[in-house]
């Protein structure tokens, strides 16, 4: 392996350590529930889920689950607008 490749991969290593550099703009995700599967979508500071608790909630345990899984990679919910 060439030492460019070298430099590239400890810097990769450094990346994702420090999570503070990422910041997730948009994704999908299924969230195998106890009851079923449910899709979840992300959208800059925005929740989506397909289950019936967020359509009343606009909150959900599978946003909820996401938020803790992706913490300080997805805007705090307090700092979201709407
Ligand atoms: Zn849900």
Sequence with gaps: MDYGMIGKIEKARRYAEEKD???FEA???R???DHGPHVVH???GSWQCDCN???TRGVC????AMERVLEGMVLEPAAVED
């Design 42 to 44: 992300y959208d800059n």
């Design 31 to 33: 969230l195998d529930g």
């Design 27 to 29: 994704f999908s995700v």
């Design 53 to 55: 608790f967020f359509k």
């Design 61 to 64: 345990s599978h946003t909820m």
């Design 21 to 23: 550099r990422i910041q």
